[in-house]
């Protein structure tokens, strides 16, 4: 059996399998390593790392909380240098047709025109 081919643009509207979202707007960024997903209230707690999607100014904001046992604490350098500690998660999310298991970091994406970033471990 082979798979359908398919093209991604510059930025793509993606579903996070977890959470029921709807549509998200994702940039797709081959120049980032590790995909990442806005995250706010962010906590470790008894070997689990909890968190909301988004933040209370986003539109996808729902207040759910998410948790996971299985997560890393990695250290992330930014295209501008700057270097942060960050929760890495894994997470299945739905690019067009595709399901794809991957990993992603927590992260402030506030200040981001995309709450998601889409990066090589992803599209690989």
């Known amino acids: 059996m082979t798979r359908e081919k398919i093209t991604i643009g510059r ?22 390593r590790t995909t990442a997903i806005w995250a706010s209230d962010i906590s470790e707690k008894d070997g689990k790392v909890f ?22 604490k990695r250290v992330v ?17 739905q690019i067009k047709k595709r399901r794809v298991r991957t990993y992603a970091t927590l992260a402030d994406r506030s200040h981001a025109t995309f709450p998601i970033l889409i990066g090589r471990n992803t599209l690989n």
Not at 13 to 25: A, H, R
Not at 58 to 64: A, N, P, R
Request: glycine content about 10%; hydrophobic content about 35%; overall charge positive.
């Open 11 to 32: 930025y793509e509207y993606i579903w996070i399998v977890l959470s029921g979202q709807k549509k998200i707007p994702a940039r797709i960024d081959t120049g980032a």
């Open 51 to 72: 968190w909301k999607f988004f933040d209370r100014g986003s539109e996808f904001y729902t207040g759910e909380t998410f948790s996971t046992g299985h997560f890393e």
């Open 77 to 93: 350098k930014s295209s501008t240098g700057h270097q942060q500690v960050r929760y890495l998660i894994p997470i299945i999310l």
